[in-house]
């Protein structure tokens, strides 16, 4: 055992204006520098430096997505560590003010909610269609900034009347584009789905008046049928995040 190692990690984790940052990060969400900054209560080239300390220690890992780069957790491990530190820490934790809620993404609510992203869905509810494939085993993303399709696929998207194995994923006119990707959502900090899939996906949504696409913005209106569609597809519960905001 490298006790060490250990040292350092514990070195860093306990600066506060470090661990505020981890903190910020503890409901999955990945966040840029500055938003991070706030969040610590520090200015951006402070944090900029902690965040470097951070990521060399795997403690952390960088996302981009066009020009700017977001910070998240490096894996659940590290979110458990943390997770057992702010359990010691219970009982002290009354005299500590509550960590700063970091408010990302567009402040019109409709945008929050479903939008197009190219052209996949995008919003809460583009990352709870995400969240609900992963969750039954129809995708799976293998932490490189790609997702493979599975087998459950088929059965899973069926639930919600698209037909994969009619449309073959588009796979002779895809080029290189990959079946299926994760990416980061502008709003919710979590990943829906690109790639070929992600297409189908929205285009069939869009087809079958489950959504609208407003005029002059990216946001997409839930209709009335498409509510009730996408609730009995989703669940109720994973709905209520959508639905609930």
């Not at 860093?12 to 900054?37: I, Q, S």
């Not at 795997?58 to 780069?69: F, I, T, Y």
């Not at 869905?121 to 932490?143: K, N, P, Q, T």
């Not at 997702?147 to 002779?172: C, F, K």
Request: proline content about 4%; aromatic content about 2%; charged content about 20%.
């Amino acid at each position: 055992m490298n006790t060490n190692r250990i040292a350092h990690v514990a070195a860093l984790v306990g600066e506060p204006a470090r661990t505020a940052m981890l903190m910020a990060l503890m409901d999955g969400r990945a966040l840029t520098a500055c938003e991070l900054a706030d969040a610590a209560h520090i200015t951006p080239a402070t944090a900029s430096r902690h965040l470097g300390l951070l990521v060399e220690a795997q403690l952390l890992q960088v996302e981009r997505q066009g020009r700017h780069r977001y910070h998240r957790l490096a894996s659940p491990e590290v979110a458990r560590v943390l997770e057992g530190l702010m359990q010691l820490a219970v009982p002290s934790a009354s005299s500590q003010a509550a960590p700063r809620r970091v408010v990302v993404g567009p402040r019109d609510a409709a945008l929050r909610l479903a939008r197009t992203c190219y052209d996949h869905l995008a919003g809460r509810l583009g990352v709870a269609l995400a969240g609900h494939l992963l969750e039954e085993g129809a995708v799976v993303f293998d932490g490189e900034g790609a997702a493979q399709v599975t087998d459950r696929a088929g059965s899973v998207l069926q639930r919600l009347g698209i037909d994969i194995g009619a449309a073959a994923m588009a796979a002779g006119q895809a080029g290189k584009r990959p079946q299926c990707r994760p990416c980061l959502d502008w709003s919710e900090r979590r990943p829906h789905l690109a790639g070929r899939l992600g297409a189908l996906i929205c285009q069939h949504s869009l087809d079958s008046g489950w959504l609208l696409r407003g005029t002059g913005t990216r946001a997409l209106s839930i209709t009335p049928r498409g509510a009730v569609a996408l609730r009995d597809g989703l669940g109720h519960a994973r709905w209520a995040e959508v639905a609930g905001g």
